[in-house]
């Protein structure tokens, strides 16, 4: 039965090593495929266009790949209802070949490309600048493609969709079947919508052979078939490189398609683990074509790991939105590639798709018949009309009832496709962008992220929401609900001196991890060896933090924490921007907390956990370097506040953020890890609203296996703390639940 990942439920197994659910899909025997080998050489296209529009001659692109301008209006009657332009922003995050120039059309236009007939992956490029005049987001136009009179674009915006994915640059790819001797293009701006005009920056073109076949499958979870044949157009949504790095244009198989890697779609802290092919494993091409997927693909794979207790008791899930009202064609791509995984019934597994199952018992080797040997598994889902944008779900989970060998799944590639509809529309609403809001430099305490380029890659469609909705729901409505006040911080002084102030020393005054004030030494200025190990973090000197902080310019200050305060810098020549938090000698929170941060956070790293940079221990100073966070903290944003308030969309993103980070510290870790301070001031946001767990002085590592809490003195916040852990003094992850909702 599939178990689908809730935050709410606390874990049994507190996930050692980082190895934790790792997705690995076998899918349904389908397959009406040929089974014979093919030559293991790469498809060779017989047509291959790169039309560079706007521009005039040949240019190479980043991969070497010469485009050829349109100019010369090889493919289109005429000039007069187009016009050549260069963008406006030419960025410098933004390859030049084929997005810095453009074709506008202020009125219909088509191309015309001479092609055989056959399959062909159709690319379109967009890069959302200001043209000649006109404004990007006036560029609001349908895109058609016949014959098969399919619709790709329709009202489509170039500039909101990269603004809702915070892409400098868009890609779009279809395959669509050509019977006839032509295949037309035709953009047509959106009628009634003020100064609109269509515009692309680039067109590719490739024959494919036909990946899809006319293959009848069922649809998951009904006992309705579809088949996809000559009529059918597809979308690529996701094309992913399972547990590997990004495959460019030029290492494919000779479709010229890029794989992306998977990581950013993991669902919370179920990355499993990831390893590489046996160098004694041979990929051979025995039950599919050579040009399924490029060997890179399949030389690499992400597993659940070798704990069983651990993977029986979560999935392996990936989270990929979509545009709903449409079927999806998955294909899951498999080989196993590392001993002694050679017979059958040694790793089962089974296959759930959008909360359905797909598969129980995909079985690799009884498959594709032995190691080294790819293989794949499509499946046919609905994802119903209920959003404006939907996730779907990829998880895997052991399957118990073969008593496999062992209790595990791996998966090695991942494609997600959108079928066109019974009349042919392809295309989805343009996506929501998130509120322009101006952050407040001046009031926050914001360790963080902030001044990054964006995404050097444009993939179709970004970002990913998940977890359990109902259980969610519930937990941001009382997360967004109560106003709390201020809280004070509860728990003792690490140490304290004869005078009553905080003992406040250097950690290498302290002698390792005694934090006692009475181990320190004689000598307690200058330059010294620290006590913390150096491949920890970043070890800064003091010089180098007063250089960041202009000599902790009181101008710079963003704020004061329990800490201390918190200073806005520069590190590395101004080329990346900093929050320097400097302790304070009297502040409550001293040496242990300061040891602890740095222990933990070092160790850690998650998309939605703060980064810590490095350190300072030098002349008796404690400071802590984080990357900055443009937004500040989540507080900051809900209780008496000037700002724009956050939509409810967004503010249900920020939960599910902070709600993976925290899963993550109690799932992900070698060693489960409580926060112990949960509160909206310790959510951070970055420059793209992406919630951050931040503070993690008072953490406190878990129960093992054998014990059901940690018995210790109690620390948090008044309003936020479990009263059980309050009453008795025994920790678990339960007490971080609590405070979260």
Known sequence: MATTPNRSRSPIFPLATSILLL????????????????????????????????????????????????????????PQNSIAAAAANQASSVPQVPYMTARIFPSRFTYAFPVAPGRKFVRLYFYPSNYTGRAASDARFSLTASPGNFTLLSNFSASQTALALNFDYLTREFSINVSSGFLNLTFTPSPGVPKAYAFVNGIE???????????????????????????????TMYRLNVGGNDISTVQDSGLYRSWEDDTKYLYGAAFGVTYPKDPNVTIRYTKEPAYTAPEEVYATARSMGTDANINLNYNLTWILPVDPGFLYLVRLHFCEIQYPMTLPNQRVFSIFLSNQTAQQDTDVILLAGEIGSPVYQDFIVVVTNAADLQDFWVALHPYQKSKPVYYDAILNGLELFK???????????NPIPPPLQTPDPDKVVRPGVGGKSKSSRAPVVGGAVGGSVAAVLLVCALLFAACRQRRKVVGGRDAVTSDGTSGWLPLSLYGGNSHSAGSAKTNTTGSYASSLPSNLCRHFSFAEIEAATNGFDESLLLGVGGFGKVYRGEVDGGSTKVAIKRGNPMSEQGVHEFQTEIEMLSKLRHRHLVSLIGYCEENREMILVYDYMAHGTLREHLYKTQKPPLPWKQRLEICIGAARGLHYLHTGAKHTIIHRDVKTTNILLDDKWVAKVSDFGLSKTGPTLDHTHVSTVVKGSFGYLDPEYFRRQQLTEKSDVYSFG
């Open 23 to 78: 997705f690995a899909s076998l899918l349904s025997l389908h397959s009406s495929r040929a089974a014979a080998a093919a030559s293991s050489s790469t498809f060779h296209p017989a047509d291959y266009i790169l039309l560079n529009c706007g521009a005039s001659g040949q240019l190479p692109d980043l991969d070497n790949r010469n485009w050829t301008g349109d100019n010369g209006f090889t493919f289109a009657p005429s």
């Open 205 to 235: 073109i490739v024959s494919m052979p036909d990946l899809f076949g006319s293959s009848t499958l069922g649809i998951v979870g009904s006992s309705t078939v579809y088949t996809v044949d000559q009529t059918t157009a597809l979308q």
């Open 419 to 429: 079928l066109s509809s019974f009349d042919g529309n392809l295309a989805g609403p």
